[in-house]
Nanobody, 120 residues
Framework: QVQLVESGGGLVQAGGSRRRSCKVS????????MGWYRQAPGTQRELVAI???????NYADSVKGRFTISRANAKNTVDLQMNSLKPEDAAVYYC??????????????WGQGTQVTVSS
């Protein structure tokens, strides 16, 4: 039906940068919004950043000014540029989208999650 495939992640040093990408594929009518969540050990999954089809964005306070979310609507792709990474940014990052298909109204979809490790 709808799949979210993530790329990026891995090990980076504190102060470094990493770019994540996620592509939504399947029987898509409209990708209404896309974003990223993260979950560190012992914590709840939290919103990192979202972007709507119109380009409106929202960021967690902890990443504001350091992370940038963008999307290529024609490609149904969302990117997350992570700069000035801190050890506390280390987590499993999950791509998320609310997507409408040709046979159904919009609903939430999730990527598989990819580890981002930040070393001191």
């Amino acid at each position: 039906q709808v799949q979210l495939v993530e790329s990026g992640g891995g090990l980076v040093q504190a102060g470094g940068s990493r770019r994540r990408s996620c592509k939504v594929s399947g029987n898509i009518f409209r990708v209404n919004a896309m974003g990223w969540y993260r979950q560190a050990p012992g914590t709840q999954r939290e919103l990192v950043a979202i972007i709507t089809s119109g380009g409106s964005t929202n960021y967690a306070d902890s990443v504001k000014g350091r992370f940038t979310i963008s999307r290529a609507n024609a490609k149904n792709t969302v990117d997350l540029q992570m700069n000035s990474l801190k050890p506390e940014d280390a987590a499993v990052y999950y791509c998320w989208s609310t997507t409408g298909t040709t046979i159904g109204r919009p609903r939430d979809y999730w990527g598989q999650g990819t580890q981002v490790t930040v070393s001191s």
